[in-house]
């Protein structure tokens, strides 16, 4: 392993004109260990990056470039801030030239290709490469993620929900009932990105609020396929995602059931203990109200524990922005991790408040 | 019985200058049988009531009026729109007047005395009154309100809740466990009324999202004392609420577990059977997605049901306009009840879009 | 002239899909003396038009038929919501079957076909039929209005300003300076319509201000042709437009300079003479802060009069809901005009706030 | 003068509870220069810091402590973030002790003692230090401020307005009537701060737009006073400002009129001129729309000029966000003035978008 601490590393991002591309580039270029050298967009190929985000204005010089740039094969990480497909079909070549890959989307999330194909209705084009890929999720996954090539950055509602569970499932018996579990989610419109369609429009998603992906939403099998990794038990988990009328912001309410051996536990220090040491995670004291807007725009993901009555029903609130720590903010975490830098570099800015 | 469709109503309102006190004059003065006579307000006595809701200039010419306006006794109905605890002091003068009460505090929505005061650390003044109150929710007490003169208008959770289980509920068994139910309710800002405190600022709670009152809510008792009346069985309910950066508007997503011997029941039949002629319940059909501007501004509570996979999980989705709805509208369609004239009469206006 | 006090009116709309058409069915839904017989859509042709805008389910059973539909030849009066340039191109054969039009895109605002094809960038396609047509802005053109087969209704921003700036204007001199006139304009996004463009996203536009068209606008030559007419002299508008993070809502902030001989004039009553019995136009009393809100969803437009320090600058605040006043509720007023009822039927409704 | 760059800054903050505070913190805790030792509150005295402002969770130790904290002393130096009339109460014994202070108040914005007390309705206690002061608009002043011991930092709306004119004024002969300047202003809510009206509230500011302070406001006498000194010509100014539905962001609309002399002149190039090394302001290129957005919670200020028709009139647009430029981190500049390090530092972090 190279330690980078000293030099700088050459980054690429493969689809930059996205939400999770331009924050994926705010964090970059902010960050003191990183030589952005190329942007690719398939149709922005020629386009000042800064006229296409005016907040990077006299930050950038770049142009975006086509995404056949042989640059690329010169960069010693790639990111994907692309639809899902893309990563794959670029991985072997980018591998072949050492080039290390974080894909933000889904191609390197779900390890059971079955499940992938069903409801990404792609063929998956390197299984093997998928095979030696590891789930970008650094609290579950670090000692893995540190020798890995290959990330999958885990998805928005994913990072909630699973970062919410770990503590109640990573024991020799779960300390609740797999086959009850409710998570309720919430994202800012961001989330749902740059596309072009009337429900992304401020007239139709501004004083308003309702649930989408009812009957089935992509991150449901992700979610799955962890938190069953995790328990090594069969989950039955219930998954509704809804859309909030603010930019970023994500909030998970997750409501489980005690198991009988698991009364007694105090539930909070459990949590405390099992993400003490953690820089991004913030187990805020019992009775705390986390906010979305406490974490806006930082790498933070803050959870509060609730048990009302000290009954049998637990209630995990957690939060964190969609776009950072549900994203671009994690992809660097990885990134930090995969070259042997201080993990928190580029990720320590204090959340925009009021 | 009166039949007041000839004849004006004439209406007192009692504290005028909150949410629901301008959306009941909203209503009121638009409504063809109203003869609105008198409004009140401690604070604001003396001053026009469109000089405070400039919404209302051109429209009416009353003044707020002090608190013991002998006129309230000449009304046919009083609303209060006003805080917990007000009303029970003034019932008993004006039943003696003869004055119908309407009341969208909670002085008349739970009947044990002991679980009121516990919750909104007031004492009861009039326990008897209280007993032959009748519980606003029209949809499934209308037989009872009709006759009634004390009409304890329910909670804007609590309808949304209620009216989302009723057919689950009201059946020789019922057909889920009651002992399983989550409720995870959002609700616009102005649910929590005109009050002056930080977190209701524009600067505190735009572009965020949070759960409040997590460890208990006064709708919680309100919610169960009906559902347990309904289904005759003690039930455990999680229940809660957050806060949503949009004026108005309420969505709940109740999760229950089907039991065995339902598990052959077409649930959308239920529901569509149950309220089909409900004027303001619309069952949506299966696979749709409400919205709570679909409803912003207009009486209509919509309703969707899912049963993702079709196993053991029924997952229902409630929208309101928590103002009109869950408070005003409610309030006016018990007035038209009690008064016997058409139920949905200045009740009709569609939703406001986009 | 008809009468159709007692016999309802046969109303078409070509385009209903956009926000000035679905604003358009909410008002016309609920007139008394509307029969709406047909609504057509290019796109959308076939679809339940509940179905597309859901606060209209239950309200309406119609389909959008396509834009040949034979049976607006057979209605009394025919609304275009639609891109400029198609009410011209239907506009003569309507007009041999005894259509009346009213068209809310630009096709018959201007009467200078140079003009009008400078900025529209199409060639004017009936301009015999131009000719005939009165401008619908009723309470500067009220007298000829009723007398017309062809209305153009004006653009929000004109509403606004012409309004704001009639009573300075219609005199034997006009009061102010015409040669210096500023108006600053601010739109809430539904303004920009149901577009699919980046810029009207949510992400992009929330929590956001913005000027947009500061080199030129469209209005503009609308705002000069008719001020030009009142005042019978050529005047020089500085007019910028800006975009507000809300969904409707209109505020133009007009800055003019007094003439000399004008500076005895008290223009608080000038302005409540010219608009006194005007039943849509409220002049407010001096010192008064109007707002967006106070007009939200109703027809009303609002103005506020300053002259700080009584010196030789006046300031005029004005203030529509750009949907209403500013679209579909001056089109019906229009339809009121011609068909003989009253101005105010259908048009009543109280603002919605908060 | 003392060199810092290579020690600590000790900095404190009187009066750190409200948006600005809590900006000033957040800026000042990533700051490499500051050591910040003391955060006074009236009325959160003994308060964490971070459990009143959840974003600076684990960012920060302090607790508030109460105005008479004698470490203020020792400081270097003490904003403050308070209402006006504190900081000159404290001036005059911080200055004993070697503190240099920066006021983010009006109590060292306005020379002229007269116009001070008619527009602050408060009796100035210092004249003498007032004298001394300097007006902290760093693009004006920056050779005095470096030498100064007490800035009144500027209001949000003057430093848009006056940085938007200066290019025009600060000529041997002004190149505009300044006679005959119109400054149309927006801000985002936050700019009138954390105290609990019912005007600040979501429900009554949301989804709104409107004037205030039309017949005057407290930086209109601000704004004057510094392009009459610029200029050496009395000035006519019209300043109308808005509030907008944004949590942040300010956008100036300034309206002028070109002088004979100066019709020739390239403006766009006049303007790159003045400013063009200038590390916080960025003259965008000719055409360009500035977005509040894109200067969101960062330093910049950005200016756009408009010509239209190339005719006699120009528009200046300028943004910036209210709390920082604005605010916090134009007081940050001036501080980082004052100790002779790098203009910058501390406030080169890029806009959130989206």
Redesign the interface.
């Known amino acids: 392993m190279h330690n980078y601490f000293n030099k700088k590393i050459k980054v690429g991002i493969v689809g930059g004109t996205g939400?999770t591309g331009?924050e994926l580039l705010?964090i970059l270029?902010?960050h003191p260990n990183v030589d952005l050298t190329v942007i690719t967009s398939r149709k922005e190929s020629g386009l000042y990056v800064s006229d296409l985000?005016?907040?990077?204005?006299?930050?950038i010089s770049l142009k975006f470039s086509s995404l056949d740039n042989p640059d690329l094969m010169n960069c010693d990480v790639v990111f994907f801030a692309t639809p899902h497909g893309v990563a794959m079909s670029q991985a072997r070549d980018l591998l072949k030239s050492g080039v290390k890959i974080i894909d933000l989307a889904a191609d390197f999330r779900i390890k059971d290709i079955d499940v992938f194909e069903k409801w990404y209705k792609i063929e998956h084009s390197c299984p093997d490469i998928l095979k030696t890929s590891e789930y970008g999720l650094v609290e579950l996954n670090r000692s893995n993620i540190v020798k890995s090539n290959v990330i999958g950055n885990p998805g928005c509602y994913p990072t909630t929900v699973i970062l919410g569970l770990i503590p109640l499932l990573d024991q020799s018996i779960p300390l609740i009932d797999v086959d009850?579990i409710?998570a309720?989610c919430?994202s800012?419109?961001?989330g749902s990105g740059?596309k072009?369609?009337?429900s992304?429009?401020?007239?139709?998603?501004?004083?308003?609020?309702?649930?989408?992906s009812?009957?089935?939403h992509r991150h449901h099998p992700e979610i799955v396929s962890q938190i069953e990794k995790i328990s090594g038990k069969k989950v039955?988990l219930?998954f509704?995602p809804?859309l909030?009328?603010?930019?970023?912001?994500m909030?998970s309410?997750i409501?489980v059931?005690i198991l009988p051996h698991a009364l007694d536990i105090d539930f909070q220090e459990l949590f405390v203990k099992r993400y003490g040491s953690e820089p991004f995670i913030?187990i805020?004291p019992y009775?705390s109200?986390?906010?979305?807007?406490?974490?806006?725009?930082?790498n933070?993901l803050r959870i509060?524990i609730?048990r009302?009555?000290n009954k049998d029903?637990l209630?995990i609130?957690v939060?964190q922005d969609n776009?950072v720590k549900g994203a671009a903010g994690q992809a660097v975490q990885n990134m930090n991790l995969i070259f042997n830098i201080k993990e928190t570099i580029g990720l320590e800015?204090?959340?925009?408040?009021?």
Chains 1, 2, 3, 4 share one sequence.
């Open positions: 939400y331009v705010r270029i902010q985000y005016p907040n990077l204005r006299n930050h009850d409710v309720d919430k800012g419109v961001s740059k072009l369609e009337a992304g429009l401020f007239s139709e998603s501004s004083d308003n609020f309702k649930a989408y009812v009957s089935g039955n219930t509704v809804h909030v009328p603010m930019i970023r912001g909030f309410t409501y059931k913030d805020m009775g109200l986390p906010e979305t807007r406490s974490v806006r725009s930082s933070n509060a609730y009302p009555g029903r209630i609130l939060t776009l800015s204090i959340a925009i408040l009021p």
